[in-house]
């Protein structure tokens, strides 16, 4: 069985749950075992950034050191905490300067970071350590004719960490693919949510959130599935919000992609929090649950 | 002579652990506004903005509302082509205009980030809850009415805390940060 150190992050405790739920039951099929790390605390998302560099990367680095002690790679299903991890292990790695500053914080909590952890999104879980002859021998409820728009949205893909393709990435379609459904070209795949500009900015956030809803009708999509809770939220929650700010009358459902692979898997719809969502995707899905 | 540094010094300066090139690099192309998915509510584009940072217009640059715009999307730091760090010098920015309490009046921004790092410092996890005073009391009554009505149906549906989550090792985990930051300010 692989074991990775997990790290929900605070969406996923409560707003998120059903990522979270989700995430645990489709891995769990694919003989995945995440393993929640010890007294965790927050990424800071993007406002520790705001305030203080040294302070993002101490904080940051308390999560890594508490999953370094694991010896497993650690698995972020928020693209928000993935970034944050990601980046700060990076430089960390190259500079020993801070690395120094950051370990002398840690003492004070008994911890010490050596540099050794590797941090993955789930998605990349699914789409690089599993295979997709794998997810396909677990799918029992094909996903046949559901239209999906793949919405990478930025921070699993951005900035770029190798030579990695930023602009066209496919793994997204090729899990889609191997659940049955029917990816769809959706071309703000790439573009924001918003993010936290939802409570910053309010109006450039809600038409970031049209476009993106508008275009997912264009592409003729049924639902939207995404991997990241800011961009769930962001979507779905503050829908109604745009149709009020815009006159639009969007009802576009959308999923957590783990949902999506659980729902193939024959997992029941309530052990993927099915139910929580603001716009019910079960009219769309209706085939598939019901068989 | 004095040796004070420029105000595009001071910038870089803050860009401590990212890599990426210098501000003065930049040929002005444009790649940045153009791929920026919010550049159309900013006062200046990215690309105005290092045009003026090079110029050394500090307060033109402070008095703007283009850095606490950027959504952190990153796109256009794949796409430069001089492959200057864009977004991380949003974040310097951030930081310097909260450090210099020289921004925008009426951006929810500023005090919006010092309330979440507050919480996390008193917590260290997010509780939304505890949020909403930092920016519920600048939206205008139809803004606050569909926030509360958004925040009443996630608590419906089970999505929104109503305890707030803590960490176990508070006290050791308040020293660590103490050791970066004077705690005083942040209390």
């Known amino acids: 069985m692989k074991e990775y150190a997990y790290f929900p992050g605070c969406s996923l405790e409560k707003m998120a749950v059903s990522y979270h739920r989700s995430a645990i039951e489709t891995t769990k099929k694919l003989g995945i075992k995440l393993k929640e790390l010890e007294d965790w605390n927050c990424c800071g998302a993007t406002t520790y950034f705001y305030i203080d560099e040294l302070l993002a990367y101490t904080l940051c680095a308390r999560n890594l050191a508490i999953a370094e002690k694991t010896g497993l790679d650690v698995v972020a299903p928020c693209s928000a905490c993935y970034k944050n991890m990601y980046f700060t292990a990076a430089h960390l790695k190259k500079d020993p300067d801070l690395a120094e500053h950051v370990n002398f914080a840690l003492e004070e909590d008994n911890l010490h970071y050596n540099g050794n952890v590797k941090i993955k ?6 789409a690089q350590d599993v295979s997709a002859e794998e997810i396909k021998s677990k799918v029992s409820h094909p996903l046949e004719g559901i239209r999906v ?9 951005r900035p770029q960490k190798e030579k990695e393709d930023v602009e ?70 503050y829908q109604q919000q745009v149709n009020l700010e815009f006159g639009t009358n969007f009802s576009f459902p959308v999923m957590y ?11 029941p719809p309530k052990k993927l929090g099915i139910g929580k969502e603001f716009v019910s995707f079960a009219p769309s899905l209706l085939p598939v649950l019901q068989e | 002579m004095s040796d004070t540094i420029t105000f595009g010094q001071e910038i870089s300066n803050l860009l401590y652990a990212t890599e990426g090139e210098p501000l003065r690099t930049c040929i002005q192309c444009g790649t940045c506004s153009g791929t920026c998915p919010v550049a159309g509510y900013m006062d200046y584009t990215p ?15 402070l008095d703007s509302n283009t850095f606490w715009y950027c959504a952190s999307c990153y796109y256009c730091t794949v ?38 790092v507050k919480m996390i410092v008193r917590g260290g996890r997010s509780y939304e809850p ?3 005073p930092a920016y519920i009391f600048s939206f205008g009554l139809r803004e606050l009415l569909q926030e509360v009505t958004g925040a009443t149906e996630l608590l419906l549906k089970g999505r929104l805390p109503i305890i707030p989550a803590r960490i176990k090792r508070l006290d050791s985990f308040k020293r660590m940060i103490g050791r970066i930051i004077p705690m005083g300010g942040l209390e």
């Open chain 1, 168 to 237: 066209q990435p496919q793994f997204f379609e090729g899990i889609l693919s191997a659940i049955g459904a029917t990816p769809v070209n959706y071309p703000l795949k790439m573009r924001c949510c918003g993010g936290s500009l939802i409570i910053s900015s309010r109006t450039a956030a809600l038409s970031m959130v049209r476009n993106l809803l508008q275009c997912a009708v264009d592409s003729q999509a049924t639902v939207i599935a995404t991997a990241c809770p800011m961009c769930q939220v962001n979507l779905e929650v």
């Open chain 2, 79 to 116: 796409r430069c082509p001089q492959e200057i760090n864009i977004t991380e010098l949003m974040y310097a920015l951030k930081r310097y205009s909260i450090w210099q309490n020289h921004y925008k009046e009426g951006l929810i921004g500023p005090t919006f980030s010092e309330a979440f």
């Open chain 1, 149 to 157: 728009a793949p919405y990478y949205g930025c921070q699993i893909v």
């Open chain 1, 257 to 267: 992609f783990t949902q999506l692979i659980g729902l193939a898997f024959g997992i």
């Open chain 2, 130 to 132: 505890i949020l909403a």
């Open chain 1, 121 to 126: 999104h789930l998605i990349e879980v699914f």
């Open chain 2, 47 to 61: 690309r105005q903005i290092i045009a003026l940072i090079n110029q050394g217009k500090k307060d033109q640059v």
